[in-house]
């Protein structure tokens, strides 16, 4: 599987990023969102998926949203191969901060009348539905550089660091490649 995702061309690779990172939103969304809280307050009466088609709103507009501004912002960019979830911090922090303050907002939109308590609330559950988002997003990247290119060592491979460039740099590799060691 790993060698026919390396194959595809960079439209379609993209194509199922996009997807897994739709896919892993609305995994977020469910179960630490409005649907699974309706749903064991419900005592399990009301079906999930009903609540999935009720509240399809407050879904995709976030997602759509926040991947929007990871796409814009170039986080969709860089191949899986050199991801370093070091390097995008920043943006698929505030792409996720996206997702659930938009949700958030969708979410206490819906009421009329707006207590503190539930604001609150509301905008803590926006906060933990960025927070989780966040962590999936990167560790799905990191998983699928680990499991597409795995790391593999040479045991009979030599350290080698050239300083410079040019004439003083090939003088050392050539010291190196040809001078006893």
């Known amino acids: 599987m790993g060698f026919k995702l390396q194959n595809l061309s960079r439209k379609s690779k993209l194509f199922v990023i996009l997807c897994n990172d739709f ?12 649907p699974m809280a309706t749903y064991i307050a419900s005592e399990f009466k009301t079906g999930i998926f009903a609540i999935l088609i009720l509240q399809w709103e ?4 976030p997602i759509v949203t926040a991947i929007l501004y990871l ?11 050199f991801f370093d979830s070091k390097d995008s ?4 922090l505030i792409g996720s901060l ?3 303050g938009s949700w958030a907002l969708l979410h206490v939109y ?46 009979d491979a030599k350290h080698l660091v050239i300083y410079g460039a040019g004439v003083s740099g090939n003088e050392l590799f050539q010291a190196i490649l040809f001078g006893p060691l």
């Open 23 to 34: 896919l892993l939103g609305l995994v977020c969304w469910l179960v630490f969102g409005p």
């Open 58 to 61: 407050s879904f995709i507009i």
């Open 71 to 81: 796409y814009v912002s170039g986080f969709y960019k860089s191949l899986i191969k």
């Open 89 to 92: 911090i920043l943006i698929s």
């Open 98 to 100: 996206i997702f659930g």
């Open 110 to 155: 819906q009421f009329l009348i707006i207590s503190t308590s539930f604001l609150s609330i509301a905008l803590l559950q926006g906060f933990l539905l960025a927070v989780i988002f966040y962590a999936f997003l990167n560790v799905s990247r990191d998983v699928a550089k680990y499991l597409l290119y795995p790391e593999t060592n040479n045991m």
